[in-house]
């Protein structure tokens, strides 16, 4: 990968969903892709899966369409079209939100070419724009909605969140009022999630299973009540491919927003394999203080990559000129780096030599301090 399409990345990071976690304990236990197992049982001769972790699945994610007042959060509808007849000629398989659910619990293969698309916040412009172009293709979606948006102006209304089933689209909770739950108290964070899911499931006469962090933002206490409430999965807009190393409650997605993406972005944003690490330094969520001394992460695998094709992002600091053994798979690069963005994202990029794909692992990191007059905003104003 260019450093020119890892700018990509950071500009998005930037200029989208920025967000934190909690400090975890150090690599979190994660659910693995169960499925690898299956294929590594038996499947392996689908076409294309030289290994297991070879399989990974690119979980879209879009906002608006043909609001060109918003820029970086917009998809032409004519580009839409195109990107979705891409996927269809060039083989991908595109997944429910329970199809995918299914592969990382091992009850269905994973496709050699898998795809998710969702649809976030509800704006009508995806009801009016992106639907019909789903229905022509017969793909299946996911629409995450914030409830106290539903049916104001500019949004989707009960009635249209109601046809979406007959057309193989899924509704997914995506809090109360859109706040950034990091900045709640456990409570407010359960009533914004369990509010919100338990109003959609009375609503809809349906079962909500799927979720959507607002902003992409999340601690341990956001995940443990996003759990606690009974989500199958939830999502965040780290960018990256859900595959081997997956975890349940906290998948990346690539966001195809932006009114300049052209099909050759597109196309890249399928080919980022996930790059399964053992260690990361910092981990992701709340640092003890606004200066880190180094930026260390280990690869599982450090020989499926080649050396000199390695390459270290930190959001605010750009590319890093990190270090790697290719022995012991280590890539760090010293700091001290003192950090004023109040959340910054760590990307690593590694090229496969079995494919040449730029695998890649992105996560959150927040540096501590109130974000005063944050808790309550919403990221959209509603007008009634
Ligand atoms: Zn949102």
Not at 285 to 299: F, H, K, N, Q
């Amino acid at each position: 990968m260019t450093t020119g399409s890892n700018s990509a990345y950071l500009k998005a990071d930037k200029a989208y969903e920025s967000g934190s976690l909690q400090s975890l304990f150090m690599m979190r236990a994660s659910l693995h892709f169960r499925l690898v197992l299956i294929i590594a049982a038996g499947i392996c001769l689908m076409p294309g899966l030289t290994t297991a972790a070879s399989a990974y699945i690119s979980v879209l994610l879009y906002h608006r369409f043909d609001e060109n007042r918003f820029p970086t959060t917009t998809t032409s509808s004519t580009q839409f079209d195109l990107q979705m007849e891409y996927l269809k000629s060039h083989g991908y398989t595109v997944l429910s939100m329970d199809q995918l659910a299914d592969c990382l619990e091992g009850k269905r293969p994973v496709p050699e070419k898998g795809v998710v698309i969702t649809i976030d916040d509800g704006f009508i412009s995806g009801y009016d724009k992106a639907v019909p172009i789903l229905k022509k293709y017969h793909f299946p979606f996911c629409i995450f909605v914030f409830t106290h948006g539903i049916g104001v102006k500019n949004y989707m209304s009960w009635e249209q969140l109601k046809q979406l089933d007959a057309w193989g689209g899924e509704v997914g909770c995506h809090t109360y009022t859109h706040p950034r739950l990091i900045n709640l108290k456990e409570k407010e964070i359960e009533q914004e999630v369990k509010g919100s899911k338990e109003t959609l499931e009375k609503n809809l006469g349906r079962r909500i299973k799927y979720f959507a962090y607002p902003y992409g933002q999340y601690n341990d206490t956001v995940r443990a009540v996003a759990k606690r409430a009974g989500f199958r999965l939830m999502l965040t807009s780290d960018p990256g491919s859900v595959g081997e190393g997956a975890e349940f409650d906290r998948l990346p997605r690539q966001a195809v927003v932006g009114a300049e993406m052209s099909l050759n972005d597109f196309a890249k944003k399928l080919m980022n394999p996930p790059l399964p690490v053992t260690w990361r330094f910092p981990e992701s969520g709340m640092l003890a203080s606004d200066t880190i001394p180094e930026v260390s992460i280990t690869l599982k695998d450090p020989g499926l990559y080649e050396p000199g094709r390695i390459n270290l992002f930190l959001s605010e600091k750009k590319r890093l000129n990190a270090q790697f053994d290719s022995r012991t798979g280590v890539l760090s690069c010293k700091g001290p780096f003192h950090l004023t963005r109040k959340t910054n994202r760590i990307i690593v990029t590694a090229r496969r030599k079995s494919d040449g794909l730029f695998a890649m692992d992105s996560y959150l990191i927040v540096i501590p301090g109130t974000w005063s007059g944050m808790k309550y905003t919403i990221l959209y104003p509603i007008r009634y």
